[in-house]
């Protein structure tokens, strides 16, 4: 078994990553997880969280607002509704995703209001997460 995964991480907006990754740390939607080469096969969906990529160059850490994760025992595809590097994040960046992630927390139906606001608080806490 080799000891790297191929890893993809893509946006609407742009490429951000495709390297030889030896870690992956994912925030899933049923919780956090780290996935390596010769995981189970696995797809899963992303909550807000920091992605971060460990490699033979050092890690890249991306914040990531959601979307899907697909695992095979030779790759990870990551297709991120929004997904910006961490060092790309300013506090002004959080403060947009906690707006927006309030706004549609405030019209959302009575059935998804619970999510809605799970989404806010997830938010903050990735803000948190990545020092600010």
Do not use: C, W, Y
Not at 20 to 28: D, F, K, L, R
Not at 31 to 51: E, F, K, N, V, Y
Request: net charge negative.
């Amino acid at each position: 078994m080799a000891d790297t995964l191929q890893f993809d991480l893509v946006s609407p907006e742009r490429r951000l990553a495709s390297v030889a990754a030896t870690e992956v740390q994912i925030p899933a939607a049923e919780g956090d997880m780290t996935a390596m080469a010769g995981h189970a096969p696995t797809i899963t969906t992303l909550r807000p969280g920091i992605l971060r990529v460990s490699n033979a160059q050092g890690s890249q850490s991306f914040v990531v607002t959601g979307g899907f994760a697909e695992i095979t025992q030779t790759a990870i595809s990551v297709l991120a509704e929004q997904a910006i590097p961490v060092e790309e994040a300013t506090g002004t960046v959080f403060d947009d995703l906690i707006a927006e992630a309030k706004s549609l927390a405030e019209i959302a139906l009575p059935e998804d209001k619970a999510a809605a606001e799970k989404m806010v608080n997830d938010i903050v806490a990735m803000r948190h997460a990545a020092g600010h």
